[in-house]
């Protein structure tokens, strides 16, 4: 990570650094409150249009590594199960939840498979913040919004990679 003092976690937590601009995660941050169908349309990340935006979190995180220059636009997917594969070929590799820092990828894991994905934001003591594309709507099924959420990151169906 590059300078900056936004997103730093708790004094004394080795696992917490600060979110630049640079980091996958400081890009989804300086996007918080957009929705998906508009970043598809203005491109401040590089997302693939046409996506449906009720199912585009591999989309939008995809975009983030890509303008970090973490993943190449060949590399680019708009699959969970897809970037999950890409990420592990390029030698991300698991980590525990006490290990997980800000840029990180979480992935969900139903019935064995990644079925969603967000970034770490934050990871203060184990306590994790995540930032992604989600789903907006009283039954969580409407156009995907980013914004930050510290549910899913603590639930005990997530794999989180790094690269470092």
Known sequence: ????????????????GPISGGNPAGIAES???KSAASLEDSQLVPMHRGVPTDV???????ACLQKA??????????????LKTTL???GWH???????????VCFVIRNGVASHVELVAKNADGRITLVGSNNTGANHDGPQRVSND??????GNVVFLSRS
Not at 69 to 82: F, I, K, R, V, Y
């Open 1 to 16: 990570d590059a300078g900056g003092d936004s997103g730093s976690g708790p004094a004394g937590d080795s696992n917490v």
């Open 31 to 33: 996007v918080a409150g």
């Open 56 to 62: 585009c979190c591999a989309n939008f995180v995809s």
């Open 69 to 82: 220059g973490l993943l190449s636009a060949s590399e680019h997917t708009d699959s969970a199960p897809q």
């Open 88 to 90: 592990q070929n390029k």
């Open 94 to 104: 698991t980590v525990s939840r006490s290990q997980a820092k800000p840029g990180d």
């Open 150 to 155: 510290t549910w899913t990151g603590n639930q």
